[in-house]
């Protein structure tokens, strides 16, 4: 019993919900729903006995996800509470299938699926339906009809819903078949048929080659079947086309294959947009069902979602990354267990990186880019050789790596380099120190790492043994690596070399010689030559109790003792990916020696190898240094490419990783206690969407942001969110800035929009507290504007009705009166007119004010004799309201006011200081208005 993580994300098309929070991932026999704002696996859908085909959204329900196996069962989930609510034993092996609903608001659907028999050779096509609302849960539909009996076993199929019809292509053929006829109308293509399309709305179909041509068949859904359709081609591709994908509308189709660039074709005009460098092929294509997302997946298990408008990748969910080409797709660096947490697996990712896999979470949590080398297509038939990652380690206190990179090419000779990498304290991310350029003269054989030191040992084939070391600081300031040691064995060729426990010697196997050397010296200390001398070391390893040297050869698995170097003993076993338990690894938790093993398994002898293929199967063999035979054998069914132990509590774990990327994990220990809660995975039962709120405020918030007045809150007083997120704004420019087929409906953002509306006027009619709070500040803000329009303002105003500092505002002349700046006093108004308004000219004219807010009362003009006692009681009232008609009397005025008592002083300025904000402003429009009429 043990616990699957990692495997592979891209064997079927990956899929959305409604509002593309969540992505829905088949990853071998489960589903994972994975959140798009964390990229977090929220679920696992885990029911099926065998591999996930199809994944897609339930026709009946928005809010179920319905997932296809080959095991022949279709089953409808409510991803929310992760429970399946329905399950269909078609009773058969499934290669596709399609779901249709009978018509909207029915809880009956149509099947149409494709059976495989029981050779593999052929095909069948049946149909059936079922009612989703059927009290049971589980429906046997074994007894389908069948519409076509046989059919010669394709790979590619598509289904036209509105017509019932299939298309499917056996290599160079392309075959339609209606559901209602009884014959299969067939059409023969140049090339083979790498990928397949159907358009729903369009009633065409799309076929990729594997010379990179996509062919669009128009008509093809007319009825007239039997007639070959016109033919239309699209190129741009170099080689084979791997997916293809229509918009739900039809007017665009996406495309993607070997190169590693998302093609987006406009079908009308034939122009392209394109995304390069995704760093893989490109497997699969789907497109979500508002338009809004395109999801590619790529052949190196990871998958990306393009956002419509901008065309750019918006997320990424990367699994147990893998090179994008199969035949190169090999785990050289084996699994290095991280020395300061044992969770985390140091491997090959992708093409020329490193990744950083936590096996307890089940997620990636980063690449080091070794190479700093993309992914570059074929030429022709010939793949360009890339450079590999051979071996990687990783020093005790996890500061330092040390990485041997390494190009073959038949053609301009081998590349071979060593990197030296420190990691930063501010981004706790690892960057080179020091490139040596080459470490060795020829290929290089193993690296292995010091336990307590910062050492690194390296072998090649040249017959040489380095020994590299750090340097601190020296007198420029740089701290660098360099090789301390240089020792050999007559010059035979090094095959594998590793240090002892506890640092202070090390083993190297130099063809049928295994030596043992001191660290410090490079003195050797004793050797012993093998029986046969063709015979050659492919592992070599020392027991973590360091008395025994653990050593694996083409056809032996050989135990030498270390003090002596004798022979222990040798099992004749094609063995190979040896592995012990490391000194890393000895901390007991419960201080227990045997960390919870059985008696005879004790932590400081074990190890353990792979072995070939028996029976349909590989073993795996855990034994102990001083046992012969295997105490624990594991079956897999897929190749196991790395094996490695960890840390779990007081127990120890054993790691496998296999071909398919998915890696298992084994508590070895007898408490089946113990096995049981170790393989349980803990399941997440808070829902998805937490409380969920109406789709108007959605869509409210996610055009214009949060807003105070119309947050909700439940009984408990806290604002209800959904599942904790927040709404940022969104530019309305951009949001409507995307072709027209990626608008939302405008009754939909409408009927939302006035609902929302509807609810904020009743939410401001609330106490009669809250608006008395939102009246005074109104009043405050209004005469705060108000006191911030001087003369100065007015004067600088154009005379057309037009302002010079924001001409989207107008100044409107209505009778004797001038509103400045749109809306001042109360009077509110909105021209939406091209034209300008001449001065003097009523609006009454240009447009109806019958929905306006009345005018306010116009106060009359104050007296000559009024205007005189203000101006010159105030000496800054008189710079700006005294016109220029009025200084003689002004000049004859003062010479009386100087000859007057102070007492008359005092109370013309106790009159200015009762006057009214809005009378100052009135006599200065009552001012200005007088001058216009005399000029």
Known sequence: MGRLCGGSLVDAPCVLNHDSRYAFVASSSCVRVVSMRTGDTVRVLDGHSDNVVQVDISPLNMMHLLTVSADGFIRFWDYDEAICVKTLNLGARIASCFVVSDGDGEDTATIFWVGDTKKGQKQKIYKTSFTHTSSSSVVDLSNSSVLLQTVKTASLWCFHKRTQTFVFSNEKTMNVFPAAATQVHSFICGTTITSLAVSQEKDEVASGDKQGVITRWLGMFSGAESIEPLKSNLHWHAHAVFALAYTNDGEYLLSGGEEGVLVLWQVSTRSKRFLPRLGSPISHLAVTGSNTNYVVSLSNNCILVVGAASFEVSHKISGFMRSPIASQRSVSCGLVAHPQNQSLLITNGTQGQLQIFNVDKDEHVANIDVTGRNYISRTY??????????????????????????????????????????????????QVNTVVDPPHQRQLTSLCVHPNQPKFLSTSVDGTIKLW?????????????????????????????????????FVVACKHVVTVWETDTCELLRATELSNSSVRATSLCVSADGAHILMTTQSFVCNFDMATLDLVFAKKMKAQHLVVYSHNCMTDVDGNGDGGLDKIMTKSKLYAYQTGRAKNSFKVHVCSADVEDPIRTISFKHKPLAITFKQVGAFVCLVVLDFRQTIHMFLLTDDEEAQQEFATIEKRTAPLYGVEEDNAGKAYRSLFGNSSLSTATNEAGRVRTSAGESYQPVSVKDLFDVPSHLLPPVTRLANEFLDLMLRQRSAKNGTEEELAKAKKRGEEKELDRNEDTTMDDLEDEDTDGFTSKDEGKRNVVVGNRKIPKGHENGFHYDLHMNEQMKVGESIATKCDFSFFSPMPEIVSAPTEKEKTKVTHSNSEEKKLTTPKTMKKGQKKQGQQEKKGTQEEQTKLGQQVSRISPKQTRSMRRASKHTNMQKK
Not at 410 to 422: A, E, I, P, T
Not at 495 to 500: L, Q, V
């Open 469 to 505: 070391g750090f340097v601190p600081h020296e007198d420029d300031g740089k701290s660098f690596w360099r090789c301390e040691a240089v020792v050999d064995y007559n010059k035979l060729p090094c095959d594998t070399a590793s240090f002892t426990p506890d640092g202070t010697q």
């Open 381 to 430: 038939h010939r793949q360009i050789s890339p450079i590999d990652i051979t071996h990687t380690a990783i020093t005790s206190d996890g500061s330092a790596l040390a990485t041997v990179e390494m190009r073959t090419d038949k053609f301009f000779g081998n590349d071979l380099r060593m990197k030296f990498w420190h990691k930063t304290r501010s981004s706790d991310k690892f």
